[in-house]
């Protein structure tokens, strides 16, 4: 009897969805799929039903023998699946216009992972991810969760600390500079070892090989970096980076060149732009290709998205739990021992070997000294955050902001908390409760 392998995708309207099914059919000869579950709510009825006809193409396309099912019930989605992939944005493109848009009228940076939007879409995110655990706890408590919902690392970190049910979560950034590199010395991947040290959107690539010779000098030397087509294309110091001895994620940026970015945002934001509205007409520009009826493979255009290989990591991911492959990838998960500054539950971003047992940590073999301190700054802002996600604290909430490197008043963090409360008060209930 053929063993049943069912993914339930939650946000499986995503405009990411069709990679994801790419890979499920690549990798079918050593994954084989039965069932996938493309869940959505409501307001996501539409994107479900043309991202759904298309994955639906796609596979019968292929010719191989794999269900896609689309529904608005998740706990249908659920029952059964061995593989939870979550990929959704609580609030849609709206409420991240609002994360972008109203820390800029208070002189602070804007942005969906970092900052005060970052915190904005972890309340808004956390607790819905809670409760697809608790369903996942009564429905599918054997399986494993791939979360990619941005804030990647504290969503994890949440899991890890109040579910039961077993989370890893990814990031496209690693893949990202791993393709990079491919492309900057012409060799595949698997001849390429990076070592991944700090946390979600806050990395530093300590050691470069290819074929087993270091490149980090070299690369270091030249001043070259990777990036995405997300953040703002500003060059690093070439001295930093020089005397960092490591590569930074391009999320760094918004921390070394703060007033660079920061003032890039205000210009834009001055002329009425912000990302949102722009992955807003990049998504409707990639549904509407969605829509060809003739289309039965995934679109370059999707390319374009920032968060393009995020699929492909989470299959990869996948293929590797259920073969107990060994191999390395980088994944968020729970510290343990591997950085000693900070606490054993919190969630970090490192090299891990993947087996069927799960994701096992490597020793990190260097931490840049410069790093230790931002690092620690940025992961008792998270701490704080969650806590105030879980429990509707205003206090905690505020705290946490107190504790992001990149807020210098309180008082006026402090008058912006208030203004993204009200305004996010529909998806935040656990801040407006009133005491009986």
């Known amino acids: 009897m053929t063993h049943r392998l069912k993914i339930a995708v939650i946000g499986g309207g995503s405009s990411y969805t069709p990679e994801l099914i790419e890979g499920f059919i690549r990798n079918y000869p050593s994954f084989p799929v039965t069932e996938i579950v493309l869940a959505d709510i409501e307001q996501g009825k539409q994107k479900l039903s043309i991202v759904g006809q298309l994955a639906q193409r796609m596979i019968e396309k292929s010719g191989l023998p794999i269900t896609v099912r689309l529904t608005l019930d998740r706990r249908s989605a659920l029952e059964g699946a061995s593989y939870v992939l979550t990929q959704l944005r609580v609030g849609l493109l709206e409420a991240r216009g609002w994360d972008e848009s109203i820390p800029l009228r208070y002189g602070y940076l804007g942005q969906e992972t970092t900052g005060a939007g970052g915190m904005m879409k972890a309340l808004r995110t956390i607790p819905v991810l809670l409760a697809i655990c608790k369903d996942m706890e009564e429905l599918c408590p054997d399986a494993w969760l791939l979360n990619f919902t941005n804030p990647a690392g504290m969503v994890t970190e949440a899991i890890l600390k109040h579910s039961r049910i077993r989370s890893i979560g990814l990031c496209n950034s690693p893949i990202a500079a791993y393709k990079w590199l491919s492309g900057l010395y012409g060799v595949p991947i698997d001849r390429i070892a990076c070592e991944f040290v700090g946390l979600n959107h806050l990395h530093w690539i300590s050691r470069i090989e290819v074929d087993g010779v270091s490149k980090l000098d070299e690369i270091l030397g030249g001043g070259e970096a990777y990036s995405a087509s997300n953040v703002p294309q500003f060059a690093w110091n070439e001295r930093l980076i020089r005397s960092l001895g490591a590569i930074p994620s391009y999320y760094l940026k918004y921390f070394y060149l703060h007033r660079e970015m920061l003032a890039e945002q205000q210009e834009a934001h001055g002329k009425g732009e912000n ?64 950085l000693p500054f900070l606490p054993a539950d919190a969630c970090i971003e490192a090299n891990c070997k993947v087996t069927a047992a799960g994701p096992v940590v490597q020793p990190v073999t260097t931490v840049p000294a410069a790093a230790v301190g931002l690092i620690q700054a940025v992961k008792t802002y998270e701490r704080l955050a969650i806590e105030a996600a ?47």
């Open 390 to 436: 879980v429990t509707g604290s205003r206090d905690t909430a505020l705290l946490a902001l107190a504790s992001h490197p990149l807020i210098d008043s309180v008082n006026r963090a402090e008058q912006m908390l208030d203004e993204l409360l009200i305004q996010n008060r529909a998806y935040l209930p656990q801040f407006f409760q009133t005491t009986p």
């Open 275 to 338: 990302r949102a509205e722009t992955v807003k007409r990049l998504e409707e520009e990639l549904f509407e290709v969605y829509r060809d009826p003739e289309l039965s493979h995934k679109p370059k255009q999707l390319e374009q998205r920032g968060g393009a290989y995020y699929s492909e990591a989470a299959v990869h991911l996948m293929n590797s739990l259920h073969n107990d492959a060994g191999d390395i990838q980088t994944l968020n998960v729970a510290n343990g021992d591997t």
